[in-house]
């Protein structure tokens, strides 16, 4: 593998890590660090960290953590070869010995992008030259800004006018045959795989051009036509418009799914820049995945037919799953998001855009447009279908309110609200005892997590004096030394922290984690991204050291011992306070846990 020490230190120095984060997580300011979602585990409330200053990130949640390095190879799947690559390309610095086997694979996708371009340079010079395909765009209701925007170009009729002219550009067919742009023939000629269709490049959010979608002009079947699966192009994970709308869907918080090229242009067009669409295929786990790290509020909004609605809440439970706030819009009947706007509606989709429902919300209202609520018989049928969609809701208060507005479409109504409401609900308690077969839940005990005990709090702290250069670091330095740090990674750390503070005079923590083995440099790096803990006291300081020595790490100048039958470790001082005017080591006398070595 090529030495790549000196230009990772340059790229480093040239991409920070909150540049390259920030373009797959919404990160908010939290004191010195930079907060989100995580990326890698399914997750609610925020735990994944960024630290600019030592060029770390760290989920608290799942344990991941690491530099912009292994962040890019666990976002793209990359090998750390071909992580570094595409920074350096990134940033221009120049590596040496560019030949190991990812930097070939790397390569090789940029050959693939590099084709694509020149396809996609093709089909726009083509629809310049194919006034009755412009006219087709526009007709759909598109801009020549728009039209451009998205690259938007046209395949002619010809079998073999990409194959020409990629032969021209010195293309050997075979790469442009693995580029999914040309077809091997039976009889082993070749020819374009995409003939007299409006050509949609699909870009990733690095920009790269990673394959194409073709609509038929005529009555060629298929009606939409997709490049096969590459190297760079995989469906199951690549989402159309990603490139445009990935920093609006962060910025607003806020994402639109639809089901098509057309619904995603027009809809950017009408100023929904946070939009994108699945590429000819079912909405993936590795779509949500790719969406999660932007942003948890989702909005599908799909066909108002019945495949469309009910490919939307097939991926509306699958946004569920994921711990997603999905919505699902209810666009008037026969239209889709294109035809809606294309007919001048903008306000129609937006009202439909921000009175979305959540699942069960959907469902009911399907269910009141399904039934004749004119009838006994209409109003019983909804609500027995209706209970068994709300038995499905987990949330007692949302299952309540959509029990009082199905209250007004119960037969006994007129008898009063309550008592329509008590039969609803009982049908619906019915329908939850069917799904759990009569069985209780069963009680979880509220088991808190175990806190560190005083020596192992007592060493924490004094590490993080050393990472963050804190004024008591030369203390420390002076007052311990590694063998004092009791358990194998505490003296790691230790080993690490004393060596490079004394040889540099400060801490370059992204150096020493590479130095590292894993479970050290996990541990130091948690130490340094743990946030909420302000600057130690001098006093506090000398009450750590004073708890270390008498811990009996070294008995050579111990003034101080545990009291009898307490075992290293095992107080945890969490009712002493600094404010409470006295120190640590008073704490402890006055709870009968330490005394002096000679009473």
């Given at each position: 593998?090529?030495?790549?020490?000196?230009?990772?230190?340059?790229?480093?120095?040239?991409?920070?890590?909150?540049?390259?984060?920030?373009?797959?997580?919404?990160?908010?300011?939290?004191?010195?660090?930079?907060?989100?979602?995580?990326?890698?585990?399914?997750?609610?409330?925020?735990?994944?960290?960024?630290?600019?200053?030592?060029?770390?990130?760290?989920?608290?949640?799942?344990?991941?953590?690491?530099?912009?390095?292994?962040?890019?190879?666990?976002?793209?799947?990359?090998?750390?070869?071909?992580?570094?690559?595409?920074?350096?390309?990134?940033?221009?610095?120049?590596?040496?010995?560019?030949?190991?086997?990812?930097?070939?694979?790397?390569?090789?996708?940029?050959?693939?992008?590099?084709?694509?371009?020149?396809?996609?340079?093709?089909?726009?010079?083509?629809?310049?030259?194919?006034?009755?395909?412009?006219?087709?765009?526009?007709?759909?209701?598109?801009?020549?800004?728009?039209?451009?925007?998205?690259?938007?170009?046209?395949?002619?009729?010809?079998?073999?006018?990409?194959?020409?002219?990629?032969?021209?550009?010195?293309?050997?067919v075979n790469d442009a045959i693995e580029?999914?742009?040309?077809?091997?023939?039976?009889?082993?000629?070749?020819?374009?795989?995409?003939?007299?269709?409006?050509?949609?490049?699909?870009?990733?959010?690095?920009?790269?051009?990673?394959?194409?979608?073709?609509?038929?002009?005529?009555?060629?079947?298929?009606?939409?036509?997709?490049?096969?699966?590459?190297?760079?192009?995989?469906?199951?994970?690549?989402?159309?418009?990603?490139?445009?709308?990935?920093?609006?869907?962060?910025?607003?918080?806020?994402?639109?799914?639809?089901?098509?090229?057309?619904?995603?242009?027009?809809?950017?067009?009408?100023?929904?820049?946070?939009?994108?669409?699945?590429?000819?295929?079912?909405?993936?786990?590795?779509?949500?995945?790719?969406?999660?790290?932007?942003?948890?509020?989702?909005?599908?909004?799909?066909?108002?037919?019945?495949?469309?609605?009910?490919?939307?809440?097939?991926?509306?439970?699958?946004?569920?799953?994921?711990?997603?706030?999905?919505?699902?819009?209810?666009?008037?009947?026969?239209?889709?998001?294109?035809?809606?706007?294309?007919?001048?509606?903008?306000?129609?989709?937006?009202?439909?855009?921000?009175?979305?429902?959540?699942?069960?919300?959907?469902?009911?209202?399907?269910?009141?447009?399904?039934?004749?609520?004119?009838?006994?018989?209409?109003?019983?049928?909804?609500?027995?279908?209706?209970?068994?969609?709300?038995?499905?809701?987990?949330?007692f208060t949302d299952r309540e309110r959509?029990?009082?507005?199905?209250?007004?479409?119960?037969?006994?109504?007129?008898?009063?609200?309550?008592?329509?409401?008590?039969?609803?609900?009982?049908?619906?308690?019915?329908?939850?005892?069917?799904?759990?077969?009569?069985?209780?839940?069963?009680?979880?005990?509220?088991?808190?997590?175990?806190?560190?005990?005083?020596?192992?709090?007592?060493?924490?702290?004094?590490?993080?004096?050393?990472?963050?250069?804190?004024?008591?670091?030369?203390?420390?330095?002076?007052?311990?030394?590694?063998?004092?740090?009791?358990?194998?990674?505490?003296?790691?750390?230790?080993e690490a922290l004393f060596g490079m503070?004394?040889?540099?005079?400060?801490?370059?923590?992204?150096?020493?984690?590479?130095?590292?083995?894993?479970?050290?440099?996990?541990?130091?790096?948690?130490?340094?991204?743990?946030?909420?803990?302000?600057?130690?006291?001098?006093?506090?300081?000398?009450?750590?050291?004073?708890?270390?020595?008498?811990?009996?790490?070294?008995?050579?100048?111990?003034?101080?011992?545990?009291?009898?039958?307490?075992?290293?470790?095992?107080?945890?001082?969490?009712?002493?306070?600094?404010?409470?005017?006295?120190?640590?080591?008073?704490?402890?006398?006055?709870?009968?846990?330490?005394?002096?070595?000679?009473?």
């Amino acid at each position: 593998m090529a030495d790549f020490r000196d230009a990772r230190e340059e790229i480093r120095g040239r991409i920070g890590i909150l540049d390259l984060v920030s373009e797959y997580v919404t990160l908010k300011r939290a004191g010195k660090s930079l907060k989100g979602l995580c990326p890698f585990h399914a997750e609610k409330t925020p735990s994944f960290t960024v630290n600019e200053v030592f060029g770390t990130w760290r989920c608290f949640g799942c344990g991941e953590h690491g530099d912009i390095f292994t962040f890019l190879m666990k976002m793209e799947n990359l090998t750390f070869a071909e992580a570094i690559e595409r920074l350096a390309q990134r940033c221009g610095v120049q590596l040496d010995q560019p030949d190991s086997a990812s930097s070939r694979r790397a390569g090789r996708k940029e050959i693939l992008a590099g084709i694509n371009s020149l396809a996609t340079g093709y089909y726009s010079a083509m629809l310049k030259k194919m006034p009755s395909a412009v006219k087709y765009l526009h007709d759909r209701g598109l801009a020549d800004s728009t039209i451009e925007q998205f690259h938007i170009g046209y395949a002619p009729a010809a079998w073999d006018g990409l194959l020409q002219y990629l032969g021209k550009k010195g293309i050997e067919v075979n790469d442009a045959i693995e580029a999914g742009l040309l077809i091997r023939s039976e009889r082993d000629s070749f020819y374009d795989r995409f003939r007299n269709r409006i050509v949609f490049p699909i870009l990733d959010i690095q920009e790269r051009i990673i394959g194409f979608g073709g609509r038929a002009i005529g009555d060629d079947q298929p009606k939409y036509l997709n490049s096969p699966e590459t190297p760079l192009f995989v469906k199951t994970r690549s989402l159309y418009g990603m490139n445009l709308a990935r920093k609006a869907i962060a910025s607003a918080d806020r994402v639109l799914v639809v089901e098509g090229y057309m619904d995603t242009i027009t809809v950017h067009q009408a100023g929904f820049a946070n939009c994108v669409a699945t590429l000819g295929t079912a909405l993936t786990q590795e779509h949500i995945n790719v969406l999660a790290r932007l942003t948890k509020n989702v909005v599908l909004t799909y066909d108002a037919d019945s495949a469309g609605m009910k490919a939307a809440l097939r991926g509306a439970y699958m946004f569920e799953q994921a711990e997603c706030d999905v919505r699902i819009a209810r666009l008037p009947k026969g239209e889709d998001p294109d035809s809606l706007i294309r007919t001048g509606k903008v306000a129609e989709f937006a009202t439909a855009i921000d009175n979305a429902l959540p699942i069960a919300g959907y469902r009911i209202a399907d269910l009141l447009e399904k039934h004749d609520l004119s009838t006994v018989v209409g109003k019983t049928a909804m609500l027995n279908e209706a209970a068994k969609v709300l038995s499905e809701v987990s949330s007692f208060t949302d299952r309540e309110r959509y029990i009082k507005e199905l209250a007004a479409y119960h037969p006994n109504w007129g008898t009063g609200t309550a008592h329509a409401e008590d039969h609803i609900r009982a049908d619906v308690e019915t329908q939850i005892r069917k799904r759990h077969g009569d069985n209780k839940p069963v009680a979880r005990p509220n088991v808190k997590a175990g806190r560190p005990g005083a020596l192992d709090q007592a060493l924490r702290i004094v590490l993080r004096v050393l990472i963050l250069g804190e004024e008591g670091a030369d203390t420390v330095l002076e007052a311990l030394s590694p063998e004092k740090f009791s358990g194998e990674v505490f003296q790691k750390a230790a080993e690490a922290l004393f060596g490079m503070f004394r040889e540099k005079r400060g801490i370059y923590l992204t150096e020493i984690l590479e130095k590292s083995d894993p479970e050290t440099a996990n541990f130091l790096n948690e130490l340094a991204m743990r946030e909420g803990e302000p600057p130690i006291s001098e006093k506090a300081l000398k009450d750590c050291l004073a708890w270390i020595e008498n811990s009996g790490i070294s008995k050579t100048r111990t003034s101080e011992i545990l009291a009898p039958g307490m075992k290293n470790g095992a107080i945890d001082p969490e009712g002493w306070s600094e404010g409470q005017g006295e120190s640590f080591s008073e704490y402890l006398r006055r709870k009968g846990k330490l005394k002096r070595a000679d009473e």
